[in-house]
């Protein structure tokens, strides 16, 4: 193990949940590009990124170096860098991406199978949340080295995890939702995730699908489907029988 400074590990994370700018930038070119690299990983990458993820959740990124990572996957430092040249910065961005893409990956097949409302949510919010309490690496970085993981969920970010959760979501709530309504569902959805994630509780237990389901089912389904604010009241609709008699 060797220690390596986190500012270098801090900005290679920064670039990868960057979102770009630009002509067609935006939060799909991430999503897209991370799910077609995690369905494109050959064996050998795939092989990489399990050793490095094991590293990861043992000694954290900054403690972890390409030698351990070798010794890991039962490969030569040579053959590390055949398969992921650029050294240790490039290796943990292919696991970064290698991870989201196999998490998009996974969740939009699920979230796609779901018939209502109520189901998608609960799928999406239990696998999310499943997967904060159960990442090995996340808890290890959440744990001992949370400068490199709590900036990208300052308030100053928040637009951009926004961003995510619409691109990933919006394909699923538009099935159930009119288009209007489908960036404020995602926020309000971000925001739950984020909030059970970081600071869970026995009533939100991602372990226990009840639990969810009543979130969801007592408080989410009604918020989104209730009528906009925007829609006239059924007061405001009535006229007024002073007004009648004039």
Known sequence: MHSVSGVTQATVIHDRLEVGEGAGAGPV???????????????????LVE???????????????????????????ATVY?????????????VLCHEAGRLFHTMDAELSAAETLEDLLVTGIRGLLLVADGHDV??????????????HFAFHQLDRIFDLADTLARPHL????????????????????????????????????DSVRRLVRTYLVPALTSPSVSEPSLSDRTTDPAQEST
Not at 65 to 74: H, N, P, T
Not at 142 to 148: A, S
Not at 197 to 204: E, I, K, L, N, S
């Open 51 to 77: 050793a490095a993820l094991r590293c990861f959740a043992r000694w954290g990124i900054r403690k972890t170096s390409v030698d351990d990572i070798a010794r890991e996957a039962g490969v030569s430092r």
């Open 82 to 94: 055949r398969v992921v040249p650029g050294g240790k910065d490039r290796l943990v961005q292919v």
């Open 174 to 209: 538009s099935r159930f939702l009119p288009p209007e309504d489908v960036r404020p569902a995602a926020e309000l959805l971000a925001r739950v995730v984020l909030t059970y994630a970081f600071r869970p509780t026995p009533w939100v237990d991602p372990h226990d699908p």
């Open 138 to 151: 996340l808890r290890t970085l959440i744990r001992d080295e949370p400068e490199l993981v709590l900036p």
């Open 29 to 47: 070119a991430p999503v897209g590009a991370w799910a077609a690299e995690y369905l494109a990983a050959g064996d050998a990458e795939r092989r």
